[in-house]
């Protein structure tokens, strides 16, 4: 991967370099402030979102669809979403006596006991299941299997295969307007008089292929909008939504040379299609990392000067985000250096759930989206005047299905934007609501304001695309935050649906939500989160390669043994990326490597002794160096080790995840406990260290399993000869270093580099205590029998070995999620391992 960080400005406009994630309280004290209403407009907002949401209640159903089907069959949000987690993947099987065979499959009732059944899996896997349904609407350890289960002994086998082909039918036709883009159009012309915003189903391009395949399909479909347009103008005309995310196999931010250079043209030429039939084209608004290139893409497209009064170029803006008025004025910027007129759909944003575990998997110093929904709907507030205030270089486009939010609006806009003439004029605006979703809403809407213009956005598309899309409906229908949730709830007071985002808040210091720690604080007191970069925040991105690019690379490595540098046989170390020499090693003899196990054994007594709390401070010493020298630590592992940038950070926050947690646990684990009978300060240790552990570890984590292994001895009270990769000495010694520094005595721990001969010298040595060992099975073997033919008592070896294992992927699942869990996102270490090596170095 190439990291380019080439000036943003080269985009031909002012960048957008808004704070990627601002403190929530600092927000919010504006925020609260701007949204005060005189007491008459507060009365008019209550009285007609109250005419809404009792339209909406006395709609037999409710919200109809979606709500109907979980009455109708009894079931719970989670039942309903088992259900079409199984749904969702029959969909995708290719013929209807297989969809048939595998629904009886799995709801046969002797077959829910079945541990055959249980393991296959097939739902556990489900890719809805794991897009984060988890986060508020299922408990863990809960499947959809057993809530399948549950289901099927409460309700009968039958009334769950009813219901799901009822599911399978609601989610073929409910959320989708039409296979293809034919079919849509005709259902459209059938509610005639309606705008539409048709959205060709596909997005997270992970082949050049499917980003062709998407090109193509938004291409074809454009024109066939564009012929059914009719002769109505701008803004009474249908439109286009785009995802860029399914234009490119790499949209992201550290491919942005690349995605510039390629997506820009795509982006124009159906940019240019679209102005060909002068209809409304809108780029839909995706991840908060994806922003900014999605905003660089944007300014470079409308640049050209052919788009030049077409007035149909539009974009969706997140309000959830904590930029989104920081988006607004740089666009109205932008509209007035263009002399350009944008249609801006203002959501409120549908990848909460993701925004919130990307921050906190990545270890960000804050959450780029608020964490109350208040707070949300305070923000769409002041986007939504700032939006209106722009008129008529933007024309606002209100996407909501929120009673409250839609009667605010009106309010603020001094009534409902027209369909008529003057439409696109000072006072223009429309509402947009999801096909399947808001249709009461608008109805009764539309039944007080006649001509409030309303934009239908219709899914088209096979459901082999549906997926992704579809968790976001069913989060959005699920949540109990969400506005659709409670206004079908009739147990739900209206005057609790009309309180305002201002006062839920209170005060700017309760901006936070109590309960979602920040990243850094994930884990609880007892351990800090390792500090991640966002490669969405291209200020960040750039410092980091700065600093990158300006690290001192240290060139050489060599045995250490008491904190002293040795000499020895010097070898040439070479870059796995171009074969040039990048320093030396010298490496260990047997002889030093005797000396070595000494030092250790000699270390022991003293190491084994110190109190845990000493031992735990020293590797959270070492976390925060390692942490203080991640540039060069990052440098030298692309450097040494070959690692693209993300591969290189995340084994840098490894590697002080581990020493972290292994603090953790020996504070935990090791602490003094008083024995029964037990008398004097050393008798209270219910455990304590075994000896010298010799630690072995691989070229492919050269950082993170090097320290991974010795920082769970050292935890334990044993001292350490650790012997790296042949290929990778320089981070090792690097690595030494930086645990010498931290406060781990040099008698406890000693470096030789060398090869396996050396790696067989130290387990063999007889005052070896045990072995930590990450690398091939082979090897472990071999070391396991050295170990087992030692005449000394039975000496432990941690082995973690590759190996390699086939999937069988049938057509049930969804090959993206299929990618991204088995070959992007490989997992490094599991926990697992983890406390593993930590209660294998220890005696009980
Ligand atoms: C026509 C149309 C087009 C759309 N296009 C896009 C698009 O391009 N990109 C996109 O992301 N979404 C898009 N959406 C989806 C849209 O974001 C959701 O439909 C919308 O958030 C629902 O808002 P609401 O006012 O109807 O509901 P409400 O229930 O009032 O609000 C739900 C919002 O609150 C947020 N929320 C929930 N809990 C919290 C919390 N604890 N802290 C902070 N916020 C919270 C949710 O994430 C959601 O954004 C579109 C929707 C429509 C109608």
Redesign the pocket.
């Known amino acids: 991967m190439t990291t380019d960080v080439r000036s943003r400005k080269s985009a031909g406009s002012g960048a957008f370099d808004a704070p990627y994630a601002t403190p929530d309280e600092s927000l919010a004290a504006q925020l609260i402030a701007d949204s005060a209403q005189s007491d008459a407009a507060d009365k008019r907002i209550d009285a007609r979102a109250t005419r809404l949401i009792e339209g909406i209640r006395a709609h037999a159903g409710g919200l109809g669809g979606v709500e109907d089907f979980l009455h109708a069959y009894s079931l719970s949000t989670k039942e309903g979403l088992a259900l079409m987690v199984l749904a969702e993947a029959l969909l995708r099987v290719p013929d209807a006596v297989t969809t048939d065979r595998l629904i009886e499959d799995k709801l046969k009732a002797g077959d829910w006991t079945s541990p055959d059944l249980k393991s296959n899996a097939l739902l556990v896997s489900a890719s809805a299941w794991t897009l984060g349904m988890t986060v508020r609407i299922i408990q863990p350890g809960e499947t959809p299997d057993s809530i399948l289960e549950s289901l099927a002994k409460r309700l009968g086998v039958p009334a769950v295969r009813s219901a799901t082909r009822q599911a399978m039918r609601l989610l073929g036709s409910h959320f989708v307007l039409g296979q293809t883009i034919e079919e849509a159009l005709d259902r459209a012309d059938r509610n005639g008089g309606l705008r539409y915003?048709f959205d060709m189903l596909g997005e997270g391009a992970r082949t050049a292929a499917d980003a062709e395949r998407y090109l193509s399909a938004y291409a074809a479909a454009i024109d066939a909008i564009g012929k059914a347009a009719g002769d109505d103008a701008l803004p009474n005309r249908p439109g286009i939504?785009v995802k860029l995310s399914a234009l490119h196999p790499r949209y992201e931010a550290v491919s942005r040379g690349r995605v510039l250079a390629e997506i820009v043209p795509r982006v124009l030429a159906l940019a240019r299609k679209a102005r060909d039939h002068d209809l409304n084209f809108t780029i839909?608004?995706?991840e908060a990392d994806r922003l900014e290139l999605s905003l660089e893409v944007i300014a470079a497209v409308v640049a050209d000067t052919s788009l030049r009064g077409w007035e149909g170029f539009g974009l969706?803006v997140?309000a959830?985000q904590k930029r989104a008025g920081a988006v607004i004025d740089w666009l109205a910027e932008l509209a007035k250096a263009r002399q350009r007129r944008f249609m801006v759909?203002l959501?409120?944003?549908?990848?909460?759930d993701t925004e919130i575990k990307r921050a906190q998997e990545r270890g960000l110093g804050d959450y780029p989206?608020?964490?109350?929904?208040p707070?949300?709907?305070l923000n769409y507030l002041q986007c939504t005047r700032k939006l209106l205030a722009a008129r008529p270089r933007l024309y606002p486009q209100f996407?909501?299905?929120?009673a409250l939010?839609v009667a605010s609006v009106i309010e603020d806009a001094g009534g409902a934007g027209a369909y008529g003439a003057g439409a696109y004029g000072a006072k223009g605006y429309e509402f947009?609501?999801?096909h399947g979703m808001?249709e009461v809403l608008y109805e009764t809407l539309s039944a007080e304001l006649p001509d409030a213009a309303c934009?239908i956005?219709a899914p088209v598309g096979g459901y082999r695309d549906l997926l992704a899309y579809l968790v976001?409906r069913l989060l959005?229908n699920g949540?109990n935050?969400?506005?659709?949730a409670v206004a079908a709830d009739p147990t739900v007071p209206i005057s609790t649906i009309l309180r305002r985002p201002r006062a839920w808040i209170g005060e700017a210091k309760q901006a936070r939500?109590p309960k979602i720690p920040l990243p850094h604080h994930l884990y609880g007191a007892g351990r800090r989160n390792s500090a991640g970069v966002e490669f969405g925040d291209a200020k960040s991105l750039e410092a980091l390669v700065n600093d990158v690019r300006g690290a001192d690379v240290p060139t050489l490595a060599t045995p250490i043994l008491n904190g002293i540098a040795l000499s020895g046989t010097e070898r040439p170390l070479r870059s796995p990326i171009d074969g040039n020499i990048i320093g030396q090693v010298r490496e260990a003899n047997p002889v030093m490597a005797s000396a070595a196990m000494a030092a250790a054994q000699t270390g022991f007594a003293v190491w084994s002794t110190t109190p845990v709390a000493t031992r735990a401070r020293c590797l959270e010493r070492a976390a925060d160096l390692f942490e203080k020298q991640r540039a060069r630590l990052i440098a030298l592992t692309q450097h040494e080790g070959g690692k693209t940038l993300d591969d290189a950070l995340a084994e840098v926050r490894e590697t002080v995840d581990f020493c972290r947690y292994y603090a953790a646990q020996a504070r935990e684990s090791f602490a003094p406990t008083a024995l029964p009978g037990a008398t004097g300060e050393s008798n209270t240790l219910r455990y304590r260290g075994r000896g010298v552990f010799v630690c072995i570890s691989p070229w492919n984590f050269p950082l993170a399993i090097f320290c991974g292994q010795i920082a769970a001895a050292l935890a334990a009270g044993n001292t350490v000869v650790a012997k790296p990769a042949e290929q990778t000495p320089l981070i090792a010694a690097a690595a030494v270093r930086l645990l010498h520094e931290a406060g781990v005595p040099s008698a406890a721990l000693h470096l030789v580099p060398g090869d396996g001969t050396i790696g067989a010298a130290l387990v063999a040595d007889a005052r070896v205590a045990g072995v930590a060992f990450t690398g091939s099975t082979e090897v472990a073997r071999l070391i396991n029998r050295a170990l087992a033919a030692k005449d000394s008592a039975v000496v432990p070896l941690i082995a973690e070995t590759g190996g390699i294992n086939a999937m069988i992927v049938d057509a049930t699942a969804l090959p993206e999620q299929v990618t991204d869990d088995v070959i992007t996102s490989s997992p490094g270490e599991m926990p697992a391992a983890m406390m593993l090596r930590c209660r294998a170095a220890v005696h009980e």
């Open positions: 915003s939504s839909d608004a995706e969706a997140q959830y759909r959501v409120k944003g549908a990848y909460w989206v608020f964490t109350r929904k707070m949300t709907d996407a909501t299905h929120n939010t947009q609501r999801l808001g934009r956005y976001r959005e949540a935050s969400s506005f659709v939500h």
